[in-house]
């Protein structure tokens, strides 16, 4: 599912890239969680057959990324 050059971020690199952003480039982490939660929502969509699905996120910010995929897939 991932292309062959994506790159995985560790719990303190994705922090990092996360907060670059904000303070780099002015992206508000509603923003952020809004696109991560979408681009999982949409991949899911693309890859399976409409049905029920469970969301499961990790702790801290991964949290609001699985409500806004959520939200998506309910839709």
């Known amino acids: 599912m991932f292309p062959a050059d994506a790159v995985l971020l560790d719990t303190d690199s994705m922090y990092a890239a996360d907060r670059a952003a904000a303070e780099q480039y002015g992206v508000p982490a509603s923003r952020l969680m809004e696109a991560a939660g979408w681009a999982v929502a949409r991949t899911v969509m693309r890859a399976y057959r409409r049905q029920p699905v469970t969301v499961l996120a990790g702790p801290g910010n991964?949290?609001?990324?699985?409500?806004?995929?959520?939200?998506?897939l309910a839709r």
């Open 62 to 72: 991964n949290g609001g990324d699985g409500v806004v995929a959520a939200r998506h």
